[in-house]
């Protein structure tokens, strides 16, 4: 079936600091691949995506790159600031089921 | 300009009661879903509707009922509410199934069973 690990949090990091969350996926078929955040006490957002291998999602100095070879969608930002501070889920859309499926979220916690 | 509306934010009823949450979209979009957020923050789907017909319904109790009256809204309806529904219920619409559309969510419904 299809499933997403994501690495077990708190992720707890100084401002200015480089973040990666792990996440690896299982799927058949050829999925999308997504980020999203919750922010406290809000929805989810969508926060980048990538829809075919060796692609690279970005947005607002996150990247996630689609690596096939290791089924992984790892999450980056160069430098966190304390506005970083949220959860965030990787999920994956497979055409043929038609819903995303989340792993577990990580929660990241930016101190100034 | 509100994307993806909930109503209400908040829920806090007692077992055994009918409760409804309501959600409307404005972005035109062809497919609406139902997400259950646990306690743990885990995120699991329960229905989702494509242009008011039902496609997707996980194993779900029966006590859960969605209804699409057009394909701008989709409520839930969940009737003698257990301790085990408390959570976060989060709408979701799509421009249309499939893996190239994201999902655009709502601000969520906390419900509270007490």
């Known amino acids: 079936g299809n499933s997403v690990t994501q690495m077990e949090g708190p992720v707890t990091l100084s401002e200015e600091a480089f973040l990666t969350i792990n996440c690896t996926y299982t799927a058949t078929g050829y999925p999308s691949l997504f980020w999203y955040v919750q922010y406290p006490g809000e929805g989810l957002q969508l926060l980048l995506k990538a829809t075919k291998a060796d692609d690279k999602g970005s947005n607002k100095g996150f990247e996630a790159t689609y690596r096939k070879e290791t089924t992984s969608f790892h999450l980056e930002k160069g430098s966190v600031q304390v506005s970083d501070s949220a959860v965030y889920f990787c999920?994956?859309?497979?055409?043929?089921?038609?819903?995303?499926?989340f792993g577990t979220g990580t929660r990241l916690l930016v101190s100034p | 300009d509100t994307a993806v509306s909930q109503t209400p934010k908040y829920l806090v009823t007692q077992m055994g009661n009918d409760k409804s949450i309501k959600c409307e979209q404005n972005?035109?979009?062809?497919?609406m879903y139902w997400y259950k957020q646990d306690s743990k923050k885990f995120l699991k789907i329960m229905f989702s509707?494509?242009?008011?017909?039902?496609?997707i319904n996980e194993t779900v109790p029966n006590r859960f009922s969605p209804k699409s009256p057009d394909k701008a809204h989709l409520n839930l309806h969940i009737n003698s509410l257990e301790l085990g529904d408390s959570a976060v219920y989060f709408c979701?619409?799509?421009?249309?199934?499939?893996?190239?559309?994201?999902?655009?969510f709502g601000p969520g419904t906390r419900l509270t069973v007490t």
């Open positions: 972005l035109g979009h062809d497919t």
């Open positions: 509707y494509n242009n008011k017909e039902l496609i």
């Open positions: 979701a619409s799509s421009q249309a199934q499939g893996g190239y559309y994201e999902q655009y």
């Open positions: 999920a994956l859309l497979n055409t043929g089921f038609q819903k995303l499926v």
